[in-house]
Nanobody, 123 residues
C-alpha cells in the first residue's frame, strides 16, 4: 500500500518561512515524479510545484516560483517544499502526490496522495 505522509505545516506570520516534508517509505521513490498541491477553504486544489525522478527538473506555479523551492532526497524517500516569504494567500492544506511519469501540474495525473498538512499564514 502506497502511503505518503506530509509534515511541517503550522501557523506562521506573513514573511516567515516553513519547510514541508513528505515521506514515502513504501514507494519505489526514485521511479516517481513528486508534486505539491494545495487547497484553500472554498477553493479547488491547485498545483504548487513538481520535481522529476532524479531531481534534475523542477516546475512551479507562477505565484510561488520566486518564493518556494521543491527538492527531494531519494535515499530518504522524501520530498521537500521550502516556502519562503509566505503570504496570507498561501494559507491552505498542502498535499504531496506521486506519479510514475514526468512533471505535471495536472492533479488528475497523480494516483497517490498524502492526507495533507495545514499551513496558516497570519497577516
Amino acid at each position: 500500500q502506497v502511503q505518503l505522509v506530509e509534515s511541517g505545516g503550522g501557523l506562521v506570520q506573513a514573511g516567515e518561512s516553513l519547510k514541508l516534508s513528505c515521506a514515502a517509505p513504501a514507494l519505489t521513490f526514485n521511479l516517481y515524479t513528486m508534486g505539491w498541491f494545495r487547497q484553500a477553504p472554498g477553493k479547488e486544489r491547485e498545483f504548487v510545484a513538481a520535481i522529476d525522478r532524479s531531481g534534475g527538473s523542477t516546475y512551479y506555479a507562477d505565484d510561488v516560483k520566486s518564493r518556494f523551492t521543491i527538492s527531494r532526497d531519494n535515499a530518504k524517500k522524501t520530498v521537500y517544499l521550502q516556502a519562503n516569504s509566505l503570504k496570507p494567500e498561501d494559507t491552505a492544506v498542502y498535499y504531496c502526490a506521486a506519479r510514475p511519469g514526468s512533471n505535471s501540474d495536472d492533479l488528475t495525473k497523480y494516483p497517490y496522495w498524502g492526507p495533507g498538512t495545514q499551513v496558516t499564514v497570519s497577516s
